[in-house]
């Protein structure tokens, strides 16, 4: 079995890669999926504490590298779902303690025995980045409605190509339809326009998001969260599925009365 | 001075300088000290290969040109095995602005990509805010230009910009400076549209043959 290699990536921090990783992750493991999520973020690790797999590590992705341990020691099971497992990444240790090519031999030593492999990249665009996308196929990039974020998606679908990873996807974080709607927030085609990349999918902004995110459970696996149900869309996407995109008008209680009546949406 | 004894030359490894292999070292430097002067904003950054086929430079005369080019903020570099560019660069092309010959990109060039070329430059596609193009000549996007172009970078005035959309961040011909409005409510340009200098300011409008 070859699984596929995909790396969450976005340039700027703090536009939601760790959570789109996380909610990835266990969208596929969801259907049935066996995935494994790496945390490239060494020094600054979130992935576990965002699946609540804090308190379960013991070893991490340096000590595999130096050979501490085996792999398999250092995988975490989640403690939800069955097909999912998380190498976390070193707290105490610095992104120079794993070699690109380090990790490009990991990624495709897991890629026999997982269907996926998601890599969480850090922000930045140095030493960390190099090693999150050293053995990825596929690169997803997440970004939000802000003009800084945009662009350093930009650079780095432009740094992405340069190390011969092309067709990277889109994935719109955090956007306010309202705001959009005012005029007073970049939309979906203003973003598509610069970046010129396949969209993804679109990420409601979500207070869900963050009650789920303390408390250790990714979002898609909340069915009323409108958040959860775009990873849902995403994570079929990334299956190959053909997923129409969901309106991100907040339904009125005219519009669901109308569809009820009508028959569509 | 009757006689080039200093030459900036584009090949595929980037800019290569070239001396003249008879002429007295000291009036090698003092004309590049008045090459360099003469259009000293182009230079910034940039970083060029000595060619040594020629003339074979000792290690105090490699300093004295490195020193000179400090000046003007240029890195001197021995030919290397092998340089990354996304500008390639004709083989042998002298460095006198030479506005026929020009480089084609066949890319959009996104933030932080960068392409530098002393002719003119074709962009088969968009620059996107954060990218940078600079030519000796004219700059001719078939796309969107949202990031900074500077056309006649070694001083032609007569320069101009082209765009299906132009929408720079900066735009600078020659030595002239303009950007953007920061009233962001502009209507968008319709079409495409030139930019050039007239009366010293570099003015806009529509492009139409």
């Known amino acids: ?10 340039g700027k921090g703090g536009v939601g890669k760790t959570t789109t990783t996380a909610n990835i992750g266990a969208g596929l493991a969801l259907l049935g999926r066996k995935v494994c999520l790496i945390d490239a973020d060494i020094g600054l690790r979130n992935l ?43 707290q105490t240790k610095e992104k120079e303690a794993v070699a690109p090519e380090q990790m490009k031999a990991l990624c495709d030593e897991l890629r026999e025995d997982f269907e996926y492999v998601i890599v969480d990249c850090p922000a930045g665009i140095e030493r960390g980045f190099k090693n999150a996308i050293a053995g990825a196929d596929e690169a997803i990039i997440v970004t939000t409605p802000e003009v800084a974020a945009v662009r350093d998606a930009d650079r780095i679908i432009g740094l992405l190509e340069a190390s011969e ?33 396949k969209l993804l999918g679109v990420v409601p902004d979500d207070e869900t998001i963050i009650v789920s995110t303390n408390k250790g459970e990714p979002v898609v696996m909340d069915k009323r969260s409108r958040a959860g149900q775009a990873y849902n869309n995403i994570v079929r996407r990334i299956e190959g599925l053909d997923v129409p995109f969901m309106s991100l008008e907040e339904e009125g209680l005219l519009t669901r009365l109308k569809r009820a009546l009508l028959g569509h949406s | 001075m009757a006689r080039d004894y200093v030459a900036f030359k584009g090949t595929k490894q980037g800019l290569v ?71 390639k660069v004709q083989e042998d ?15 959009t060039l996104r933030s932080g ?15 996107n805010p954060g990218a940078e193009v600079v030519a000796g000549g004219d700059i001719i996007v078939l796309g969107a230009l949202r990031g900074v172009a500077h056309a006649g970078a070694m001083g032609e005035e007569d320069a101009v910009v082209v765009a299906f959309r132009l929408q720079p961040t900066q735009l600078r011909i020659a030595h002239f400076i303009s950007r953007a409005p920061d009233d962001a409510d502009l209507p968008e340009p319709q079409g495409p ?17």
């Not at chain 1, 797999?53 to 085996?70: A, K, Q, S």
């Not at chain 2, 092309?93 to 890319?107: C, E, F, P, W």
């Not at chain 2, 990509?113 to 620059?127: A, F, K, M, N, T």
């Not at chain 2, 549209?193 to 492009?207: G, K």
Request: charge should be negative; proline fraction near 3%.
């Open chain 1, 1 to 10: 079995m070859a699984g596929r290699v995909l790396v969450v990536t976005s």
């Open chain 1, 48 to 90: 576990d504490v965002v699946l609540g797999l804090e308190n379960r590590i013991v070893y991490d992705l340096t000590d595999v590298v130096e050979g501490n341990c085996r792999v398999r020691q250092a995988l975490i099971k989640d403690k939800r779902t069955d097909n999912l497992y998380l190498l976390p990444a070193a």
């Open chain 1, 165 to 197: 990873l092309y067709e990277p996807r889109l994935i719109i974080n955090r956007i306010r339809p309202q705001m959009v709607r005012k005029g007073d927030m970049m939309g979906i085609e203003d973003i598509i326009e610069i970046l010129a990349i």
């Open chain 2, 17 to 87: 300088l070239w001396l003249d292999p008879q002429a007295e070292f000291s009036d090698i430097v003092n004309q590049l000290r008045e090459k360099l002067s003469r259009t000293k904003d182009f230079w910034q950054g940039v970083t060029v290969t000595l060619k040594e086929s020629q003339r074979k430079c000792r290690p105090e005369e490699k300093r004295q040109l490195e020193e000179v080019m400090g000046e003007f903020g240029m890195a001197l570099r021995e030919e290397p095995e092998e340089v990354v560019s996304i500008g």
């Open chain 2, 93 to 107: 092309q002298s460095l006198m602005v030479d506005r026929d010959n020009a480089l084609i990109v066949r890319r």
């Open chain 2, 113 to 127: 990509q960068r392409v530098h070329y002393p002719g003119s430059v074709v962009i088969l596609g968009d620059v």
């Open chain 2, 193 to 209: 549209e030139i930019a050039q200098v007239r009366n010293n300011l570099i003015t806009i409008q529509s492009y139409s043959t």
